[in-house]
């Protein structure tokens, strides 16, 4: 049962057994005082009669006339209190004249017995009192009548009125054992009823609430698994109830926060270990705000640039640069901001003391949910030792090779000048020696001229021009140049192209030649006498693929990923030809990449290779 | 007879172009660095110039200047022999004015010689004008 139900029910009796017995002590108490009266007034009357007996002796026998009054009035009493007793009603001068009750039946043949004999006592009485005593000297008869009966029935009155009396109390004793009985009766019910409430307060709410405060001191101390076992259906079976669901809550939403916070912990171990990754990179490590304002600063910037990390934060890295031209920094804003790319460049930069320094670097916009950026990571490496080194390197090299050009020059010319017989005839061995020595002298030309321009690719200087060029041209001019090469191999040009020779370019004519000159050249090279080399060109979506496709030794499958390294040369190759720089695809990979276009190739060793580059289509 | 004016330190290589030149039946004057080009010039006016631009004391570029900027000599043909193959060197020499550019390794010597021949047979007068004109 509910409890609030339980405890209505219970106070509503409590309410009522108070009310009653209350209304029962105050019932007994006008009982009490009822009964009294009613003990009293018979009482009186017994002690009246005998007084009505001594006033009519003394009227009588003393010839009292003052007694007449007092027989009187003991009579009028007597009479008022009788009937009073009998009918109901006050009994004047009892008990501050309380109303009396009528004389219940069972006690009613007690009293009527009594009022027979009162009434002839009465009415002889009255004659001793209205009568004059004396008639002529002489007793009155009828008052000497009355008397007789009296002194006759005094003792009988008495016996009379005694019975009333003991009737009246033996009938207030009972009533007072009757309500000596519904007291007890009423105690008991009370003890009961406390006694209930307390073993049900006990039951249905005291040990449960003792088990519910175990149960939350369990889960105070971290035992979420505990369960407390109240099964009691009220309000206390309720609380227990939610906690129970409370600490399944909590055991739930408790690990999932355990499993969030070491998640957070691990994100904070790695989040540490950039954070000093970046740190200890001797390379220069820059955060931005989407403007640019920087928000980090490693401490190799603070080497590299001269200023202090906090002087830098909240500062633009305008702080060491500036030093460029202002189209160069709005190229960089416009790739990294505008089309949202990485930056990757050279930069000239200023330290704090004023030294200029060359770095290499890179700029990438990190986006957030919307692809907006969010900041820019910047990435710089101080390159200027590697540029002096590098500088000294290219300069020592084109000197060397310059220097080396000249005698070479020297030879091949003078050669020349032999074999025109100016100088008068040349015998047919001696023309043989001089072939040969220019076939060396022109290998060792090739290669010099081929270290030049892989050092003036290295060194990055001139910028692609752009050109329109027809496939037709190209390839025309091509198999013009390399004719003389493929005939002395006794290997055949084929250009395939055929209609779709009209299709145009847009791009560096120099350098594209250059690329499918190095193409045909070693297509010619790694052929023998009578293959075939073929010429072709697709368009497409990305752009105008042309492609040089031999029948010859091809490249072996372990080395294919090397052969655009510089002086790389794949090991049958070597074996063909011992005397290649290993510089020609490494010069056609770099100046493929100063035009935008991809180079590609395929290859079975021993059967074919066919190298592509990808012109694209010029964007803008 | 045409006079060609060969400029070129190298011994050798002079010599070859003189060979070559004379048995094409020119006269050649010959000079091993731009002071000594700048003499000959004065001395007597060539009907084309083959100028090396690496030398000693004054350079190539440097007689090249000289040349286009004197009104007498800028009509002469200049053809610019020179082993400096790249193309800074090569833009640069042509727009100060020379009307050829030979990478000597690169040719053989019959090919300048057929170079030098459209110019002093009259076919082909110098074209050229320095840019800053």
Known sequence: MRLHKKFGILFLSVFLVDIGGLSLVYHFQSLEKTDTAVVDASGR????????GFYA??????????????????????????????????????????????????LLPVVLASEELWQQYKERAGVIVREPTVINGETNPQVVAAIDFIEKNGSEMLRK????????????????????VIFSAVILIFV??????????????????????????????????????????????????????????????????????????????????????????????IITDADGGILYANKAAQQITGFPVRDMIGKRPSLWGKQMSSAFYATMWKIIKDEKKTFHGEIKNRRKDGREYVADLYISPIFDANNNVKFFVGIERDITKEKELEKLRVDFLALASHQLCTPLSGIKWLIDTLNRTILGPVTPRQKEYLHQIYRINERMIKLVFDMLNA??????????????????????????????????????????????????????????????ECFVSNAIQYSNSGQEVILDAQEDAAGITLSVQDSGIGIPAAEREKIFERFYR???????????????????????KRIGAAITFASEEGRWSSFRVCVPLWAG | ??????????????????????SDGCTVDVASHGEEALERLRAERPALILLDLLMPKKDGFFVLEEIRKNPEWSSIPVIVLSNLGGDTEIKRAMEMGADDYFVKSQ???????????????????TTRRPAAE
């Open chain 1, 45 to 52: 009357n017994r002690m009246l009669s005998q007084r009505i």
């Open chain 1, 57 to 106: 002796e003394q009227i009588v026998r003393k010839r009292s006339e003052e007694a007449k009054a007092e027989l009187q009035m003991a009579i009028d009493l007597h009479d008022i209190s009788f009937y009073a007793l009998k009918n109901g009603g006050i009994a004047s001068g009892i008990a501050n004249d309380v109303l009396l009750p009528p004389t219940p039946k069972d």
């Open chain 1, 161 to 180: 009125n005694n019975e009333m009396v003991a009737a009246y109390v033996h009938r207030s004793q009972r009533k007072h054992r009757n309500i000596l």
């Open chain 1, 192 to 285: 009961i009823t406390a006694g209930f409430i307390s073993y049900a307060t006990r039951r249905s709410i005291l040990q449960p609430l003792q088990r519910l405060g175990i149960g939350i001191r369990e889960i105070e101390t971290g035992n979420l698994d505990y369960c407390i076992d109240i099964k009691t259906e009220n309000e206390v079976g309720d609380l227990a109830r939610s906690f129970n669901e409370m600490a399944a809550k909590l055991r739930t939403s408790y690990s999932s926060l355990r499993e969030k916070v070491r998640e957070a912990e691990r994100e904070a171990e790695n989040v540490k270990k950039f954070y000093e990754a970046a740190e200890a990179a001797a390379e220069q490590i």
């Open chain 1, 455 to 516: 050092l003036r690719l290295d060194s990055g200087v001139t910028a692609a021009k752009r050109e329109k060029l027809s496939v037709a041209a190209l390839y025309g001019e091509a198999l013009v140049m390399m004719e003389p090469a493929a005939k002395d191999r006794g290997v055949v040009l084929r250009n395939a192209v055929g209609k779709r020779a009209g299709m145009m370019m847009e791009t560096d004519a120099a350098i594209l030649r250059n690329i499918l």
């Open chain 1, 570 to 592: 794949a090991s049958n190759a070597k074996k063909m030809r011992p005397d290649g720089s290993g510089l020609g695809l490494y010069i056609a990979a770099m100046l493929a």
């Open chain 2, 1 to 22: 007879m045409v006079r060609v004016l060969v400029v070129e330190d190298e011994d050798f290589l002079r010599q070859a172009l003189q060979d070559n030149l004379e």
């Open chain 2, 107 to 125: 040719h053989p010597i019959e090919e300048v010689m057929e170079k030098a021949k459209e110019y002093f047979a009259g076919r082909k007068g």
